[in-house]
């Protein structure tokens, strides 16, 4: 009979224990639990897809909305507001105490 030599023996042996003391593996799962959170990854994505799309059309409204705004502001009735050759222009943003209004 051949008898395995005492160092493989405790190699092996601490090699089990290690791998017992690190517990289970996480991929490990019940395959209903696994299913079950692949299915709730899948439903979040189609989520955010469906998000992204209301996203996407929102902004393609405004661009729509900002160039009629803008062709209308550069209209002829509206030239006069904006020449302003010679005249002081208003900060909106200033104080109106520095403006001296």
Do not use: F
């Amino acid at each position: 009979m051949i008898r395995p030599s005492s160092s493989s023996s405790v190699g092996l042996l601490l090699l089990l224990i290690g791998y017992a003391a690190a517990g289970p593996e996480p991929d490990l799962q019940p395959r209903a639990v696994h299913s079950s959170s692949c299915q709730e990854h899948t439903n979040l994505h189609e989520r955010l897809d469906v998000v992204e799309k209301k996203v996407e059309d929102t902004v393609e409204k405004l661009e729509v909305e900002l160039a009629s705004l803008l062709d209308a502001v550069e209209s002829p009735e509206w030239r006069p507001l904006l020449d302003r050759a010679g005249k002081p222009t208003v900060d909106i943003l200033e104080d109106p105490e520095k403006r001296g209004l």
